[in-house]
């Protein structure tokens, strides 16, 4: 049995979770700038935008800003309503699909 830390809906309807094994022994372990796992459920729930990956288009792309000057987001990758990974960037990826935009 899987045990999730989170289940949560975006704004498009979909039921998103994530799972212990992938934030404790990847996120947290790769991204410890994201310990706060609020960041993650915050970045889906309340997107700035919601993109189709450029390279895998099953997956979806959440960007949600966390400083304004210069602009800087963090960025949650899901595969079939299950985050993959989580990290924060600074600039949105060329030739995501925009898929819902705040």
């Avoid at 404790?24 to 309340?46: G, K, N, R, Y």
């Avoid at 189709?52 to 990758?77: E, F, G, N």
């Amino acid at each position: 049995m899987t045990g999730y830390l989170f289940t949560i809906k975006d704004p498009l309807g979909q039921e998103v979770r994530l799972t212990e094994k992938c934030y404790q022994f990847h996120i947290l372990s790769e991204h410890p700038e994201l310990s706060d796992v609020s960041q993650i459920t915050e970045a889906l729930e309340s997107p700035d935008l919601i993109a189709q990956d450029a390279v895998d288009s099953q997956r979806l792309v959440y960007y949600r800003t966390y400083q304004m000057q210069p602009q800087r987001w963090i960025k949650v990758v899901v595969e079939q309503r299950e985050v993959v990974t989580a990290y924060r960037v600074r600039r949105l990826k060329k030739g995501e699909i925009i898929r819902w935009q705040q």
